[in-house]
């Protein structure tokens, strides 16, 4: 027989009962079968290679994503309390309309946990009166500049007439990464609330 044979083929070893079958053993091809398994962990680190960007990618798409998830719930919950506080704060004389729009704005912001701050990218925050005429009258603070008061609502239909109503409209921006990708997200919301007063 041929070496290559012998390596092959499978030994017997006798059990010492009676009661026992032979036991099969593979012998010589344990080292065979591992000289084999030293290529394969070769292989499988090249598979890892081309695997890792992609999980990174999704990773870090993952992340991003998920911190745009959550300044897009901030916002959201800032302009929810901003337009609740301004339905239930009443303009009066001591609250003249200009100082009205200035509390609700102040509460929007301090509302957002830091997402809607002066120094956040592509911020914009528009607090707006509207009588139950139609008129309306607005605040607007976009990025660090000063905030403008115009007489034009926040949304131009929010879906409700004849009301005296408080709009609230808050937006920034935020980064999607994926490694090699990147995409800018504009995060806004906004809310409208009937003046409780």
């Not at 300044?71 to 200009?98: D, H, M, N, Y």
């Not at 008129?135 to 009301?163: F, H, I, M, Y």
Request: charged share 20%; hydrophobic share 40%; with cysteine.
């Amino acid at each position: 027989m041929g070496r290559g044979k012998h390596l092959l083929r499978k030994i017997q070893v006798a059990a010492e009962d009676a009661d026992h079958e032979p036991v099969m053993r593979v012998g010589p091809l344990r080292a065979f079968r591992r000289a084999g398994r030293s290529d394969e962990s070769g292989a499988s680190l090249v598979e890892f290679a081309l695997v890792l960007p992609l999980f990174f990618m999704l990773l870090l798409g993952m992340f991003t994503g998920g911190l745009a998830y959550s300044r897009k719930l901030s916002i959201a919950q800032a302009s929810r309390e901003g337009a609740r506080f301004g339905a239930t704060l009443p303009i009066t004389t001591s609250v003249p309309l200009t100082t009205w729009l200035t509390r609700v704005s102040d509460l929007t912001i301090a509302s957002s946990d830091g997402e809607l701050g002066a120094d956040r990218p592509g911020r914009v925050v528009c607090v707006a009166y509207v009588s139950a005429s139609g008129t309306a009258t607005r605040r607007r603070a976009v990025g660090t500049a000063s905030p403008v008061v115009e007489s034009q609502p926040c949304l131009a239909n929010d879906g409700r007439s004849g009301e005296a109503r408080v709009q609230v409209v808050a937006s920034r921006t935020s980064e999607l990464e994926v490694l090699v990708y990147s995409r800018t997200l504009t995060l806004s919301s906004h809310a409208v609330a009937r003046a409780e007063w």
